[in-house]
């Protein structure tokens, strides 16, 4: 690897844009300023190009057990898709199984991205099983570089439903063991109630499971959450805000003051309600949790990662194929996987339906799809930030490139993708992780196994700071 020198591009960063030439060796930035002149080095020319920090996912799930099957891509797949959206560093969900210990999920996760990942990455642990050894074991988390765990309020009937003193202790725990607690915020209780009682009704088809998620159980159980997190002192992150009442307990928490950070999804964005009510069981592609929402939503959520409200938008890349996998719940719309693919969508999603809408700036696009991310989750300033001294993962981006997505131009392993015929306006012309350059034109030229394991340590950046 050698010495590049990016010319001509403009430098983004959440602060502002600005032309600069971008140097940088051995992995690292080494300088960013005005015509920068060095000898032997190779020039890349950016004119025409945003020069932006790679992008960071901090919520996919590769290789993951769910649902009574397991998502269609793994970490060769699944960071093939993140490299040609633009990112560079992924934080996926180790599942602790029952009965198992974190170290051991931690262990698994590490294995399944051995010798796969194209992406550098990290992993928060998914608590299923909060026994006392759990409790115990939680404080030894962040010497492994784990800087977060999710508890899941919702999927009752499955291991991963937690009740309400679980979740309480979990986050009085956190702040001894300097984890970040990230929740997922859906009344599991009267989820599987209203779920029975349409099932009993006969009503199977798959927009039955928004209606049996309704926009409140998502309000009042964030609502919730950020109380508990109140009592304990704790505080907490909620992930994939779906829907305008959810958001509304999170601008209240942040008006009087508490540590809530809060993520949002392209597919709440780019879908709605009506996809999941699309003919025959064609509806099933759109099953995620929370689920697709009435396009009133939209505006809300918007306005969320405008003001700061919302301060991450990840993809929750959870893949599943039609065939054989949606298609377990042919007759019953709870056996349906919940999940999408997005993960190499999430970025040009961003930029199409937003920063050319003029929703948000490119500045917030930076700030939404790495800098926030890696603050938050603590690996910032080594990611997420084009300054000296960082990792060189960088992402020229071209506001011209035009992407219809279709089945056959995806990267991940999906026979289906749900932006089927949607045409992006903006994406990446070439990615670079560490210096090396990983994606170019369509193309993956990154290794695989490549990826490396990034430590990361949670210090709560104030409201402010973690502000776009
Ligand atoms: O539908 C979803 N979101 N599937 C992934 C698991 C989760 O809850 O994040
Ligand atoms: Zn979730
Ligand atoms: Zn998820």
Redesign the pocket.
């Given at each position: 690897m050698g010495v590049l020198l990016f010319t001509g591009g403009t430098v983004v960063t959440p602060d502002g844009s600005f032309g600069a030439d971008v140097l940088i060796e051995d992995e690292k930035i080494v300088a960013i300023g005005a015509e920068i002149s060095a000898d032997g080095v190779e020039t890349v020319d950016a004119s025409g190009k945003f020069i932006m920090p790679g992008f960071v996912d901090a919520?996919t799930?590769m290789d993951?057990p769910?649902g009574g099957t397991v998502t269609a891509d793994d970490w060769e797949t699944g960071t093939a898709a993140a490299v040609a959206g633009g990112t560079t560093t992924i934080v996926d969900?180790a599942l602790q199984d029952e009965g198992g210990t974190l170290a051991e999920a931690v262990e698994a996760w590490t294995e399944k991205a051995r010798n796969k990942a194209l992406t550098d990455y990290g992993f928060h642990v998914a608590i299923t099983d909060l026994r006392d050894d759990t409790k115990a074991e939680l404080s030894s988390l962040a010497d492994k570089g784990v800087a977060s765990v999710?508890i899941?309020m919702?999927?009752k009937g499955t291991p991963?439903y937690t009740k309400d003193d679980d979740l309480f202790e979990a986050l009085q725990l956190s702040k001894e063991a300097s984890v970040l607690v990230l929740v997922?915020a859906e009344n599991g209780d009267v989820i599987q109630k209203l779920i029975e009682q349409a099932l009993v009704r006969g009503d199977t088809a798959p927009r039955f499971h928004a209606l049996t998620r309704p926009p409140e159980v998502e309000a009042e159980a964030t609502g919730r959450a950020i109380r508990l997190a109140q009592v304990a002192g704790a505080p907490i992150l909620v992930?994939?805000v779906s829907c305008a009442p959810a958001l509304e307990e999170i601008h209240r928490a942040h008006e009087r003051g508490q540590m809530v950070y809060a993520e949002t999804c392209p597919q709440y964005f780019a879908f709605s309600y009506q996809d999941l009510a699309r003919e025959g069981f064609e509806g099933a592609k759109y099953?995620?949790?929370?689920p697709l929402r009435d396009e009133s939503n939209r505006e809300p959520l918007w306005n969320g990662l405008k003001v700061g409200d919302l301060q991450i938008f990840g993809s929750?890349h959870?893949s599943f194929n039609y065939k054989a996998q949606k298609e377990l719940g042919i007759d019953d719309f709870s056996k349906i996987?919940?999940?999408?693919p997005g993960v190499e969508e999430r970025a040009m999603a961003l930029w199409t339906l937003g920063v050319r809408e003029g929703k948000i700036s490119e500045n917030q696009f930076v700030a939404l799809l790495s800098t926030n991310q890696t603050r938050i989750y603590g690996m910032y300033p080594r990611k997420g930030a084009l300054v000296p001294g960082a990792d060189a993962d960088i992402v020229l981006w071209d506001p011209e490139i035009s992407i219809t997505a279709t089945v056959e131009n995806r990267h991940g392993n999906v026979d289906y993708t749900p932006y089927e015929g949607m045409t992006f306006k903006g994406g990446p012309a070439s990615v670079y992780m560490r210096g090396t350059l990983i994606y170019k034109d369509g193309e993956i030229m990154g290794e695989h196994g490549s990826g490396r394991f990034i430590k990361r340590s949670f210090v709560p950046p104030s409201m402010k700071s973690a502000l776009v």
């Open positions: 919520h799930h993951m769910f969900f999710k899941f919702t999927y991963l997922h992930v994939h099953v995620c949790s929370p929750d959870c996987p919940n999940g999408l």
